[in-house]
């Protein structure tokens, strides 16, 4: 059995002071007044770390949490062969480690950068206290952690039960549920292989399916970016699956 290894802030490179601003766009923090924002900074870290880094491994544990304040990070499972499972690439905004952090438990996943990256790292009684003494915080916090949850369950029901078609499709509509019609941009946060591994597909699979949805006139793909042209039709998509 490996030796669990306690992962803190200080291991890293950590910079002056976090922004408040950045903070406040996470969906932990952006219902906080700013004063109340400002406060939570001076009690943490930010830390920085370059593209391919390891954040965390599984079997460490956690004396905090992170906040994304920018760049990307892959969330994933590793096989007894090797082979990764992406469940989530983590973006500006998102949090981790907060089960891991109050189960004080080994982490389960791995957590890596995608490009170089810049997280804000609050400990564990910093965040205990807010969270006894601000029930505005504890619901924030209620509500990330339930709709990262609902989104796991998503993507288990999808696995399960959709097609490779039906994956890509409802993967495009997601994207652009805050998005006005007709020409709707979808801007694929990282390469296909790992957008793929989100929805359990292959790289292959998932460019065929994209191309197969391009034919029938439904998207235009340029690079990572995706351009939906028939939000009807590819809403259909998602139901018959062909």
Known sequence: MRDEKRVTASMHSISTSISVEKLR???MFHT????????FVKHGSAVNYQRAELVLSCGDCLDGLYVVLDGKLKLFLLSCAGHERILRVLKAGDSFGEVIM?????????????????LAYFPREVIADALHSDPMFATAM????????SELIGDLEACCLQTARQRT?????RQIEQSTPPNIEVNLPASKAIVASTLNLSAETFSRELHRLENQALIEINRRTIYVRDLNGLVA???SGV
Do not use: I, Q
């Not at 389960?108 to 990256?117: A, Q, S």
């Not at 209620?142 to 949850?149: E, I, K, T, Y």
């Not at 499709?169 to 509509?173: G, T």
């Open 142 to 149: 209620l509500h990330s952690m339930g709709a990262f949850m």
């Open 169 to 173: 499709a409802n993967y495009l509509l």
């Open 102 to 118: 109050f189960n004080m438990t080994p982490s389960t996943f791995f957590v890596e950068t995608l490009c170089e990256v810049s």
């Open 237 to 239: 998509s998602t139901e």
């Open 32 to 39: 906080l007044e700013y004063d109340r924002v400002k406060g």
């Open 25 to 27: 766009n996470s969906t």
